[in-house]
Nanobody, 121 residues
Framework: QLQAFGGGLVQAGGSLRLSCAAS????????MGWFRQAPGREREFVSA????????YYADSVKGRFTISRDNAKNTVYLQMNSLKFEDTAVYYC????????????????WGQGTLVTVSS
């Protein structure tokens, strides 16, 4: 089970940190990802991190502004979002998959409930 939180309303240029807590599994065996879905648009990849946390991956639209990290001792993955833009407004979902990391939505079998990020321009 995954639970994402930390969303909210922020002005453009501001920052937010999302967290996703996992329970009922061996967290370290799962690659983690963040996806987002804006109104009227399909869910899209944002970032992913390997099981160890050594490797990270980003969508071009967030590269240099967002940072994904994880704390396997706390069963939590984070998404630090800086320099937020209006177009970052979306519901953000965390997801888990066993094995190697992926950028492909359909590779992830476990999903959190989503947390809304609203960036005002």
């Amino acid at each position: 089970q995954l639970q994402a939180f930390g969303g909210g309303l922020v002005q453009a240029g501001g920052s937010l940190r999302l967290s996703c807590a996992a329970s009922g599994r061996t967290f370290g065996n799962y690659a983690m990802g963040w996806f987002r879905q804006a109104p009227g648009r399909e869910r899209e990849f944002v970032s992913a991190i390997t099981r160890s946390g050594i490797m990270t991956y980003y969508a071009d639209s967030v590269k240099g502004r967002f940072t994904i990290s994880r704390d396997n001792a706390k069963n939590t993955v984070y998404l630090q979002m800086n320099s937020l833009k209006f177009e970052d407004t979306a519901v953000y979902y965390c997801a888990a998959k066993p094995g190697v990391a992926s950028k492909v939505l359909d590779d992830f079998g476990s999903w959190g409930q989503g947390t809304l990020v609203t960036v005002s321009s």
